[in-house]
């Protein structure tokens, strides 16, 4: 067996790739990916695996007369009799684009990481230990309390690493794992949600959630029906996720100068600086967050407004987006940092925002003379992005609250809201919490958000749904 046959181990893959390349530049960016997951149904397990994934990227940098081009080839199953047509694909993918508007000098001077030629970290069904004995008693106290739980639990693992022409070697280790569990009446007239965001399992309790979901099953009893209209409403932690998700999204600096976004300033500029938020709220990001954690480096497949493949291995510093209230930070590359004038601010592995607010949500339902108590949102989408107008739906769950107590359900709506008015208008901050966010849990799971009291929150239409 040649040299080059025994090539498996990603740093050794990534190392023959960058040895291949006759590329001006290279980056090498390997996924060693490993999940396990339990789905269940009418409270029995119906499901269990464990799956295992390879992808490769190779960006290829080729400088020109006219400037540097890029080139970027990604594939999974990758094998060490793959790799010289991927780099091959790559440099012909760079040689054959015009020159990249984000071209930067490839990144330098960061420390290798120690553990960059060790296995990649892996996850097995050994994650759910704990968990899986706990989801057994909530299938028994669910079958007890006349209630059926359907749902599913996911952890993975993602070791990913980075290595450059120009000497990086660097290496993170991303656990992710979510759990989402649904109550359901047995003529399933009635449907309650809960989910949780975790690294491995150890602090979420399925029992706790399914004694959550049995009183709003019991709220769920009594049917009241509410036309559309402008309610006091207190939005829980997942659904101020979902929101300022979408927000973090929409604030690229660039797109923010050019005039195309919420964040641009009439008449030209940004509302940097500008005032958001009557309370002193704090929207930051910091991959060295307790609990949050996320990769301290940029890593990058693609280029756009946010993200540039020539600043992979960059560092990722702790940001505060909104300080005190007010806008402080735009999402910038170095290349648009250098357009406009602004810090440089690479994008976000995680989200937190806090008001300083010490109540919890129980507490916030008990000072409410009268509103309605969300469970989640889903099916957001955006409908103007000059104002972040976005319209969604309310699922699993609306209550009203009369005299502080839950007094029955109320009907789905349809909302058109733009986070960033929201803020404007929230009028008090519970205490942060991890939270799942439902919408987007497929590409975004670490956020740690307070419940917010909105007292007009848009409800524009009556939805029929669930």
Not at 26 to 41: D, H, K, Q, T
Request: glycine fraction near 10%.
């Amino acid at each position: 067996m040649s040299s080059t046959n025994r090539i498996t181990k990603p740093h050794e893959i990534v190392e023959r790739a960058l040895e291949l390349s006759t590329a001006d530049g290279c980056v090498v960016i390997a996924n060693e990916g490993s999940s396990a997951n339990l789905r269940w149904a009418g409270n029995a397990l119906t499901t269990n695996g464990v799956t295992r994934s390879r992808t490769l990227t190779v960006i290829a940098t080729v400088d020109g007369k006219e400037g540097t081009a890029s080139g970027v080839v990604s594939r999974s199953a990758v094998t060490a009799d793959d790799l010289e047509p991927l780099v091959r694909a790559a440099e012909a993918a760079a040689r054959g684009a015009g020159p990249a508007e984000d071209a930067q000098r490839l990144v330098t001077g960061t420390p290798a990481s120690p553990d960059f030629t060790d296995a990649p970290a892996e996850t097995s069904s050994a994650v759910f230990a704990d968990f899986a004995p706990a989801l057994g008693e909530a299938f028994a106290r669910a079958r007890e309390g006349g209630r059926e739980l359907y749902g599913f639990a996911n952890h993975e693992l993602v070791s990913t690493y980075v290595g450059t022409s120009t000497g990086l070697r660097l290496r993170h280790d991303q656990p992710n794992g979510t759990l989402e569990l649904n109550a359901k009446s047995p003529d399933r007239q009635r449907s309650a949600w809960a989910g949780r965001s975790t690294r491995d399992f150890k602090d979420v309790d399925p029992t706790v959630l399914d004694a959550e979901l049995a009183v709003r099953l019991g709220w769920a009893e009594r049917k009241i029906d509410l036309p559309a209209g402008r309610y006091e409403t207190l939005l829980p932690p997942t659904a101020v996720a979902d929101l300022l998700i979408y927000q973090m999204w929409s604030a690229a600096a660039r797109d923010a100068v050019e005039g195309r976004t919420v964040f641009s300033k009439p008449g030209g500029g940004t509302r940097l600086g500008e005032k958001l938020s009557e309370l002193p709220l704090s929207l930051r990001s910091d991959p060295n967050a307790p609990g949050l954690e996320s990769a301290p480096f940029v890593i990058a497949h693609s280029s756009g407004d946010d993200a540039s493949v020539f600043d992979n291995g960059l560092p990722v510093p702790a940001t505060e987006w909104i300080a005190d209230g007010h806008l402080n930070r735009l999402s910038t590359t170095r290349h648009t940092a250098g357009l406009t004038g602004m810090q440089l601010s690479p994008g976000f592995g995680n989200l937190i925002l806090d008001a300083g607010g010490e109540k919890s949500l129980d507490e916030m339902v008990a000072a409410t003379e009268r509103g309605l108590l969300l469970t989640c949102l889903w099916y957001i989408r955006e409908v103007d992005p000059a104002t972040l107008l976005l319209t969604g739906l309310t699922r699993d769950g609306v209550y009203l609250v009369e005299n502080g107590q839950v007094v029955g359900e109320v009907n789905n709506f349809r909302f058109n809201e733009s986070p960033v008015d929201l803020l404007s208008r929230a009028s008090e901050a519970g205490r942060t919490e991890k939270t799942l966010p439902r919408e987007w849990s497929d590409w975004f799971t670490r956020a740690a958000m307070p419940a917010l009291r909105i007292p007009d929150f848009n409800m524009s239409s009556v939805s029929k749904g669930v």
